[in-house]
């Protein structure tokens, strides 16, 4: 660590160890809340320096558990720092953290995926969307079985600037499962390119920094964990409305192995899809034999484009949806 990091760090008084803290409360992890517990203070200072710099600023913890990975954003010198979770079994070693930290600490118990953040943060943080972000961070370790779902809620909540990004560009440094940390910054042509892939590299630059093996958790999951940095961008590759965007990847993506031409077709009732898909990849320029995977999001961009224009003449279809209103065999 370099010099001007170390000045940088205040270290919080003498603690008992996280693994401790668990014994001493009795604390287990919860299956049914996919629960793991970070014990590698090596590994959970990697995490926080993987933010930059937070000194002075604020950070809100999402799902902060005993407080592995709030330790060292407290010792990173934050003015501010808002621990969110949903277990009232943490309140304790949280309430200890927040006794000993040498900056406001605020626990809110509550679930994350309910939580508004529009009022979080001071207002003296806000930053014009064309500005450089705000020094308002948020970090997670999340529990599988919410990532996903929190994730798409917080790429809509970007493309609305709304929320925690009613304050301007403010960057998340998450966990996730590997594989889906890998899809989430999948470039074209890779395997792991997906609807999820699309969606977030066109409203934020997607960086997966590094992996976590599985054993560093207590209790191991079965799989290892991908630590992933996303930053808004300036304005959307593809600048349409959320809901737009995510239907039309969703639709695309809805099978990987066939054609474009096949899953764009599924945007129109039966009757129509043939001549509709193909009036969409003449408009594009896409050749009819790219695959979901082989296409920007420029590209896709183009394809939406078409949609409009095509829904524009024939308002009826933008209600059609195939899953609820055909049975259609993609396999």
């Not at 793991?36 to 200072?45: A, G, S, V």
């Not at 304790?92 to 809110?108: G, H, K, Q, R, Y």
């Not at 420029?298 to 409009?308: C, L, M, T």
Request: glycine share 4%; hydrophobic share 40%.
């Amino acid at each position: 660590m370099s010099a001007p990091a170390l000045k940088s760090v205040k270290r919080l008084p003498p603690l008992p160890t996280i693994k401790d803290l668990l014994k001493l409360y009795g604390l287990r992890a919860m299956k049914q809340l996919s629960q793991n517990f970070l014990l590698d203070m090596k590994i959970t200072n990697k995490i926080v320096r993987t933010m930059g710099c937070i000194e002075g600023g604020q950070v809100l913890e999402v799902g902060s558990g005993p407080g592995s990975i709030t330790r060292p954003i407290i010792e990173r010198g934050p003015s501010r720092v808002i621990l969110v979770e949903k277990d009232r079994r943490f309140l304790p070693t949280l309430e200890l953290l927040s006794d000993a930290a040498n900056c406001d600490v605020e626990i809110i118990m509550s679930d994350i995926l309910r939580l508004n953040m529009e009022n979080l943060f001071s207002e003296e943080e806000a930053r014009q969307w064309t500005e450089r972000p705000p020094k308002i961070h948020i970090i997670g370790n999340l529990p599988f079985n919410v990532a996903t779902p929190l994730i798409v809620q917080w790429l809509k909540d970007i493309s609305l600037r709304r929320s925690a990004w009613r304050y301007g560009r403010v960057g998340l440094t998450l966990t996730f499962q590997k594989e889906v940390a890998e899809r989430l910054s999948a470039p074209v042509l890779s395997r792991q390119r997906c609807r999820l892939s699309l969606m977030a590299q066109n409203w934020c630059n997607v960086h997966h920094v590094f992996n976590i093996p599985g054993k560093a958790f207590l209790p191991k999951p079965d799989v290892d964990v991908g630590v992933v940095k996303l930053v808004p961008l300036l304005s959307p590759v593809c600048d349409y409305e959320f809901h737009l965007v995510e239907r039309i990847c969703r639709t695309l993506f809805s099978s990987r192995q066939k054609h474009v031409i096949k899953t764009a077709s599924l945007l129109f009732p039966k009757p129509l899809r043939d001549r509709l898909a193909e009036r969409i990849l003449l408009e594009t320029g896409i050749p009819y034999q790219t695959r979901a995977i082989q296409l920007t999001l420029p590209e896709v961009g183009r394809i939406i484009k078409a949609y409009n224009g095509i829904i524009s003449e024939q308002p009826s279809l933008a209600s059609y949806n195939f899953r609820k209103n055909d049975e259609v065999e993609l396999e």
